[in-house]
């Protein structure tokens, strides 16, 4: 035994020296830019972690940044690029305390972190760096974890991530003839004198400044160069642009950049290096190109056919210094006007505004001849000044006008017409730029135009699928909102609903299906459709929200959804609660005091077949305001969620919550709209009436209606009933339980409430068969009458579905 025991020791001590080894090995080493990494990749041999990753302060000192990382993607662990400083986060706690924590699933479950990891035996390490304001993290699904060798290991790469670069490393090295480096921090760039050569700057005479390298530069490239030399526009890797720089005299000169963008180590930034070129020997000396590459930038990122058309005409009407400029699509043998510039109507011929009324026309190209003639060839087309046209055309442009069919798919999507009102001269260089932002406009109007009616159906349906709205609850008030996302045209996923069940329950529900696109709306209305369909079915919340993640999983679709659904008793004011990877509902108590509800969560519906859903028990005093939410209320990439979290508790503490409307407002008025909210608030106020209720389960004995009708008519003695309305009672009482014993097996409960004069007798059996109410009965028959007496005798009757069996109910009104 002790001859094993030291032989594990031997092996462990040599993972250990090895692990030491190889650091030492890196580290005394040249420095080289990828040498952070390659130390983190050490720390994934030598301790079989899945991920590890080194955070450090940003230039603001207030979010720690990650810096460098290795292993799977940090998204399988919902893992952060940024954590606040200040907050509550793990990484946050180590570099604050100066202590190392080792987590387990358990620890884990407890942390802000635990509704961002996956399920299972996860756990993590973090471990502060020395001499350095960082911290190294670590994840492992390794049974039992980090063990002793593991964490000794993890010491050894914070000593080597914090080990400093060689000096010579950062500097000192001379620079080729045609190279540059530049600090994406400071912006100090060093260059080699071919560049400066290039420029026409001497070396005495460079101050070593990137701003002085760009203030060389034609403007109108500029926005393309700023996009490599700031670090937030630029990710790691390749990059190769053409730009042009001003000459003493005669037109710019074209150069070429090719550049890299190498994260930083330690105390030093990153830098970008790379070589400059001169290309005007492969360039023409048409300077529209860039003109040509801006539009087409502009409508890469142009959604609708708005978008389109104002980036259309703010890329050709300055230009071309052009007086006016419509854009039309065409639709059968109509054209469309989308965006006239300018829009006034006085700046337009009189019979667009005398035909067409208004500044946005209508108008069928039959109209148009010339126009007409345009289409079909399909080319630009140029009239100078003096061209015979129809007067609709000829005003527009009476000192020359260019119609620009705007081809797409093999058909023309459209129209563009550039007027000029003084004798206007048509180059070479506007024919070449007129006809290359014909093609791009084109197929940018049609894809827009295709995108505007995604979207809109989209829109629609999502409308449809949301409650038009919500029901008046016994003892409460509700309120709900929804806001689409602003960042992009797609609609999301995020859903409410208030289900009114029996027994003066209340069912909230608030979800968010992953995405934003069609296919997470329509899972959303199928979400929605089946948590009400469960609830109605008398399911408690955990088996409510339990159907729906195996219905999810059933669909086989790439998407998952979360979930919270509360399940409220209006008449104590109780309540359960169930989470599915959901936010924690926020209670704002009577005496202006928030509460974000801590309770136990199951992961996201849709990952995990056999996944438990625990219930957690909430209490709402009359005055109460509970709130649930979706992430887009209080996630911001600047900001760790909890802190949102924190923020929306603040703003309900401060609300006036008699006016629950003007709450949600509020709520919703300082919100990012990154993503797409949805919100619901119910203040509890209490029943004024509270319901007289009693139960009595019925067995199966030879005398079992009796018994039923003496249970019932001891209680409504109890409750004050009047004889005449008992006999009434009694005998549908014995209607329902007969039947119920007669046609079904298992168990049969019988269940009396009084409310307001109006009582309400309920059979519930294990039978899920309705009882049919027959269409005619004959003298002869033995049965059949029950349900038609039933009938007779009340105000209203039904059936419910109640967990695999039925309710039979009716309500008579007393008194009569």
Not at 49 to 73: K, N, Q
Not at 622 to 633: E, I, K, W, Y
Request: aromatic share 4%.
């Amino acid at each position: 035994m002790a001859n094993v025991v030291s032989e594990g020791a031997t092996a462990r001590r040599t993972r250990s020296s090895r692990a030491e080894l190889a650091l030492k090995t890196l580290t005394s080493a040249p420095f080289t830019e990828d040498r952070l990494r390659r130390v983190l990749e050490q720390a994934l041999v030598f301790t079989g972690a899945a991920f590890v990753a080194v955070y450090t302060r940003g230039d603001s000192g207030d979010l720690l940044c990650l810096r460098e990382s290795a292993g799977v993607p940090k998204a399988l662990y919902g893992l952060r690029d940024t954590y606040p400083v200040p907050g509550g986060s793990t990484v946050a706690e180590a570099l604050r305390t100066g202590r190392a924590a080792w987590l387990g699933p358990a620890e884990l479950a407890e942390c802000a972190e635990a509704r961002r990891m996956p399920a299972g035996d996860v756990f993590l390490a973090v471990l502060p760096l020395r001499d350095v304001a960082g911290c190294l993290l670590a994840v492992t699904e390794n049974p039992g974890g980090f063990d002793t060798e593991d964490r000794e290991c993890l010491d050894l790469v914070t000593e080597a991530v914090a080990c400093p670069a060689p000096a010579e490393a950062a500097h000192g090295e001379e620079l080729p003839p045609g190279a540059f480096t530049l600090a994406m921090d400071s912006g100090r760039v060093e260059v080699g004198d071919d560049i400066l050569a290039l420029f026409g700057v001497g070396r005495t005479d460079f101050d070593g400044r990137v701003e002085t390298l760009l203030s060389l530069t034609v403007p109108e490239d500029l926005p393309s160069l700023m996009s490599v030399v700031e670090a937030d526009h630029m990710s790691i890797g390749e990059r190769e642009l053409e730009f042009r720089i001003l000459q003493p005299d005669g037109p710019p000169r074209w150069l070429r950049l090719r550049g890299r963008l190498l994260p930083g180590g330690e105390g030093h930034p990153p830098r970008l290096v790379g070589t400059v070129t001169d290309a005007s020997t492969l360039r023409a000396g048409v300077t529209d190109v860039t003109r040509v590459q801006r539009l087409a930038a502009a409508l890469a990122t142009a959604g609708t056919v708005q978008d389109v058309s104002k980036a259309v005409v703010a890329a050709l009407r300055k230009p071309l210094q052009a007086d006016r400029i419509a854009l039309a699509e065409l639709e059968n043998d109509r054209l469309v006007v989308t965006v006239l510039d300018p829009p006034e109507p006085e700046a337009w011929p009189e019979l667009w505004r005398r035909e067409w009324r208004t500044e946005w026309p209508d108008a069928p190209v039959r109209a148009m001849p010339t126009l007409a003639a345009a289409l079909r060839e399909g080319r630009a087309q140029i009239w100078p000044a003096g061209t015979a046209l129809e007067p609709a055309l000829a005003e527009v442009g009476p000192g020359g006008l260019a119609v620009l069919p705007l081809p797409a798919a093999g058909r023309m999507a459209g129209a563009c017409l550039i007027g000029w009102d003084e004798p206007h001269d048509f180059g070479p260089d506007e024919r070449a730029l007129l006809t290359a932002s014909a093609g791009l406009a084109g197929q940018a109007l049609l894809r827009a135009h295709a995108f505007d009616a995604e979207h809109e159906l989209v829109g629609m349906l999502q409308r449809t699928l949301l409650p038009r709205r919500l029901p008046k609850l016994p003892g409460a008030e509700a309120v709900a909102r929804y806001l689409p996302a602003t960042a992009g045209l797609e609609v999301g996923g995020d859903w409410y609903d208030v289900i009114p069940l029996p027994d003066n329950h209340v069912a909230l529900v608030i979800g968010d299906v992953q995405g934003h696109s069609a296919a997470a709306a329509t899972l959303m209305g199928q979400m929605r459709t089946a948590l009400r369909a469960y609830a109605a079915e008398g399911h408690p919340p955990d088996v409510v929200v339990s159907h729906a993640n195996r219905l999810l999983l059933e669909l086989e679709t790439d998407l998952f959804a979360t979930c919270a659904y509360a399940d409220v008793d209006m008449e104590t004011g109780s309540a359960w609660c169930v989470r599915a990877g959901h936010l924690p509902p926020v209670v704002r108590h009577p005496d202006g005091e928030v509460e974000i509800v801590e309770t136990e969560g199951g992961p996201p519906l849709g990952v995990v077949s056999e996944a438990e859903f625990p219930m957690t028990p909430l209490r709402l005093q009359p005055g109460s305001v509970l709130a649930l939410t979706t992430d887009g209320l209080v996630e911001c990439p600047t900001a760790d969620i909890d802190d949102g979290m924190h923020r929306f508790a603040g703003g309900l503490a401060a609300a006036d919550p008699a006016h629950l409307g003007l709450v949600a407002d509020a709520l919703l008025g300082g919100a990012g709209r990154a993503d797409d909210i949805a919100l619901l608030l119910m203040r509890y106020d209490g029943m004024s009436v509270h319901p007289l209720r009693e139960s009595w389960t019925v067995w199966r004995v030879p005398e079992a209606a009796r018994h039923a009708r003496r249970f019932t008519r001891r209680t409504l003695r109890t409750w004050g009933v009047s004889e005449d309305d008992t006999d009434a009672i009694l005998l549908v009482v014995s209607e329902l339980v007969t039947n119920a014993l007669v046609h079904t097996d298992g168990q049969v409960r019988l269940d009396l409430t009084l409310v307001n004069h109006r009582l309400r007798v309920a059979v519930a059996d294990a039978s899920p068969r309705t009882p049919i109410k027959p269409t005619s009965i004959g003298w002869e028959a033995t049965g059949g009458r029950g349900i038609l007496l039933v009938e007779a005798m009340s105000t209203a009757w039904g059936t419910l579905p109640v967990s695999g069996g039925k309710q039979v109910w009716c309500e008579m009104v007393l008194g009569r």
